[in-house]
């Protein structure tokens, strides 16, 4: 018989997958679908690492409460987990974060708690101010904290740089990822550059972020910031998962090219998948001119699409946003 002794098991090695339709350049264009998860999503991986390292140096205890500020992504991931390993989960989520997203973090038994989103970070009703007051508060808890856990990137450097470099059999030229905790990019970039340095990693960034300024400049600059509606990709922060030394460059895509481009993904290739994967392929098309025929480019689509059901998927949003 062939089968798995529970669901997290199954994270990982997810399919390399060719996008025909939608990618301009004369590359060949290839998707890391992380859909494929059992959290549907790529957050799956470093959830997994962060509650194993902090089981194994005691930050995280038989019977404790896990509390994290997410997007959504990688609450789903942790609570996978911990119902294989019996923690409790309360998550703190900003309130432009998609219905579908608090809905489902409640399904697998999370707590959800709901923040505003334009406030200063440090302000006491940020996501991540009452992450820590919570953790702070309630006894045998854990404050994960994805953006300075270094288990975050450690997990994509054990897990996703190796996978993508053995399914290219190490001919992967280009990596191009949307940047949020810095995780992805940094911990799979490091790995890939260590088998060949010679990759080009490019960041993909939001309108309203201040990573690719930071990048260009070292400034960090506060007039960059406004909110926006792309999710999953951007910061106000410098999360201590970003290691800007490994990213080449960062390309910014506006709201409306990323969500029409995934609106693309799910009609011209039936990759149905979320806000962000349509920004890095929308960027890659912004890039295109610095592609050639010999370059194999492999682009991470970070959760799926069902999650913007009532958002890019929906036309009256669209039309609402001014998208259509
Ligand atoms: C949908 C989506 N895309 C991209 C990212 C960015 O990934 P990372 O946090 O590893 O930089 C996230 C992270 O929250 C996400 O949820």
Same mark, same amino acid.
């Given at each position: 018989?062939?089968?798995?002794?529970?669901?997290?098991?199954?994270?990982?090695?997810?399919?390399?997958?060719?996008?025909?339709?939608?990618?301009?350049?004369?590359?060949?264009?290839?998707?890391?679908?992380?859909?494929?998860?059992?959290?549907?999503?790529?957050?799956?991986?470093?959830?997994?690492?962060?509650?194993?390292?902090?089981?194994?140096?005691?930050?995280?205890?038989?019977?404790?409460?896990?509390?994290?500020?997410?997007?959504?992504?990688?609450?789903?991931?942790?609570?996978?987990?911990?119902?294989?390993?019996?923690?409790?989960?309360?998550?703190?989520?900003?309130?432009?974060?998609?219905?579908?997203?608090?809905?489902?973090?409640?399904?697998?038994?999370?707590?959800?708690?709901?923040?505003?989103?334009?406030?200063?970070?440090?302000?006491?009703?940020?996501?991540?101010?009452?992450?820590?007051?919570?953790?702070?508060?309630?006894?045998?808890?854990?404050?994960?904290?994805?953006?300075?856990?270094?288990?975050?990137?450690?997990?994509?450097?054990?897990?996703?740089?190796?996978?993508?470099?053995?399914?290219?059999?190490?001919?992967?030229?280009?990596?191009?990822?949307?940047?949020?905790?810095?995780?992805?990019?940094?911990?799979?970039?490091?790995?890939?550059?260590?088998?060949?340095?010679?990759?080009?990693?490019?960041?993909?960034?939001?309108?309203?972020?201040?990573?690719?300024?930071?990048?260009?400049?070292?400034?960090?600059?506060?007039?960059?910031?406004?909110?926006?509606?792309? *999710?999953?990709?951007?910061?106000?922060?410098?999360?201590?998962?970003?290691?800007?030394?490994?990213?080449?460059?960062?390309?910014?895509?506006?709201?409306?090219?990323?969500?029409?481009?995934?609106?693309?993904?799910?009609?011209? *290739?039936?990759?149905?998948?979320?806000?962000?994967?349509?920004?890095?392929?929308?960027?890659?098309?912004?890039?295109? *001119?610095?592609?050639?025929?010999?370059?194999?480019?492999?682009?991470?689509?970070?959760?799926?699409?069902?999650?913007?059901?009532?958002?890019?998927?929906?036309?009256?949003?669209?039309?609402?946003?001014?998208?259509?």
């Amino acid at each position: 018989m062939k089968y798995y002794n529970n669901i997290i098991e199954t994270i990982g090695n997810t399919p390399l997958v060719r996008l025909n339709k939608v990618n301009e350049s004369d590359a060949l264009v290839l998707a890391k679908v992380e859909t494929f998860n059992p959290g549907h999503s790529i957050k799956d991986r470093m959830a997994l690492k962060m509650i194993e390292d902090a089981e194994k140096d005691g930050r995280l205890n038989p019977g404790g409460t896990i509390i994290e500020g997410t997007s959504g992504n990688t609450g789903m991931g942790l609570a996978l987990t911990a119902i294989q390993k019996g923690y409790k989960c309360i998550f703190v989520l900003p309130d432009k974060q998609s219905k579908e997203k608090m809905d489902i973090l409640r399904a697998v038994g999370a707590q959800v708690e709901i923040c505003p989103t334009n406030v200063d970070p440090d302000d006491p009703r940020s996501y991540y101010s009452v992450s820590k007051r919570l953790a702070d508060e309630i006894p045998n808890s854990w404050y994960v904290n994805q953006y300075d856990n270094p288990s975050n990137s450690v997990a994509h450097y054990e897990s996703t740089g190796p996978e993508i470099w053995e399914q290219t059999d190490g001919r992967i030229t280009h990596l191009v990822v949307g940047v949020g905790t810095g995780g992805t990019i940094s911990g799979t970039a490091k790995y890939l550059k260590e088998q060949n340095p010679n990759i080009k990693v490019w960041g993909i960034d939001a309108y309203g972020s201040v990573f690719k300024k930071y990048h260009e400049t070292g400034e960090f600059d506060k007039n960059e910031i406004y909110s926006y509606t792309t *999710e999953g990709i951007g910061e106000d922060i410098l999360p201590a998962n970003v290691d800007f030394s490994i990213i080449d460059k960062f390309e910014k895509v506006t709201d409306k090219n990323g969500a029409i481009m995934a609106r693309r993904l799910a009609r011209e *290739e039936g990759i149905m998948v979320g806000y962000s994967a349509g920004s890095a392929v929308a960027g890659i098309n912004q890039l295109k *001119e610095n592609l050639t025929k010999e370059d194999v480019v492999v682009v991470i689509f970070h959760d799926h699409g069902t999650r913007y059901v009532g958002k890019l998927f929906n036309d009256d949003w669209m039309k609402e946003q001014g998208f259509m």
